[in-house]
């Protein structure tokens, strides 16, 4: 398996707070993704990371920003969190080949 | 614009064989990816096709045509622990290719029944 961990893997906050997730990679991978998955959405991409400070937007990136300071970290940041924001945020991780991308195991994200 | 579609639920019998259909349309096209995820847990791989054709891998092949935008996961033998949602997921590159973006469809939920 892979080796990606996220953190935290539950949080509850509040509305208008600020929110950080944290994925972590042992495996070099070029390539990382935050989605966040939502009955009846599936998994809708937030943004990606192509390489170190290398970034771009998905299709539901409003409220959200990302950094990516060194290979192995991809941090996803609700600058104030609203309660639409409540969700299953999954981070992915791939190379450039055929493998696809290996997934986290989700954090549960809600906002009251 | 980008639109990947796939049925919402399927049912089938156990020992059965099922086929979930997929149908995109994206700006670009690199690779077709088939995952499954049970409930409360992460998408796991299943397959990959980028070459129009049939890759079979065990009980689980995948199809592709290019030509169509079709792709679809044929499940041999069902099984109970197939019950789960399958992920039809396009990678589109944006024009120059420099990078490896991954599109998800919204899942098919497939039950299987004894």
């Known amino acids: 398996d892979a080796g990606i961990t996220q953190s935290p893997r539950h949080k509850v906050t509040e509305t208008g707070t600020p929110v950080t997730l944290r994925c972590h990679q042992t495996e070099n991978h070029r390539y990382m993704y935050w989605y966040r998955q939502d009955p009846g959405h599936g998994l809708r991409l937030i943004h990606y990371?192509?390489?170190?400070?290398?970034?771009d937007k998905g299709e539901v990136s409003d409220g959200y920003s990302v950094s990516r300071s060194k290979t192995e970290d991809f941090l996803l940041t609700l600058e104030s969190a609203t309660s639409s924001q409540t969700s299953v945020y999954f981070c992915?991780?791939?190379?450039?080949?055929?493998?696809?991308?290996?997934f986290g195991q989700g954090t549960r994200l809600t906002v009251v | 614009g980008q639109n990947i579609d796939q049925p919402t639920e399927m049912t089938a019998t156990e020992g059965a064989i099922v086929q979930i259909n997929c149908t995109y349309q994206?700006?670009?096209?690199?690779?077709l990816f088939w995952y499954q995820q049970h409930a409360g847990e992460a998408p796991t791989f299943l397959s990959y096709?980028?070459?129009?054709g049939l890759e079979e891998k065990g009980r689980f092949s995948s199809f592709l045509s290019r030509s169509k935008g079709y792709s679809y996961l044929l499940l041999k033998e069902l099984q109970m622990k197939d019950s789960a949602s399958y992920l039809c997921?396009?990678?589109?590159?944006?024009?120059?290719?420099?990078?490896?973006?991954?599109?998800f469809g919204t899942g098919t939920l497939l039950a299987v029944q004894p």
């Open positions: 994206t700006s670009g096209f690199n690779g």
């Open positions: 997921a396009v990678r589109d590159p944006p024009p120059g290719g420099a990078t490896n973006k991954l599109i």
């Open positions: 096709n980028v070459l129009d």
């Open positions: 992915a991780i791939s190379e450039s080949t055929g493998q696809g991308a290996f």
């Open positions: 990371s192509y390489g170190v400070k290398d970034t």
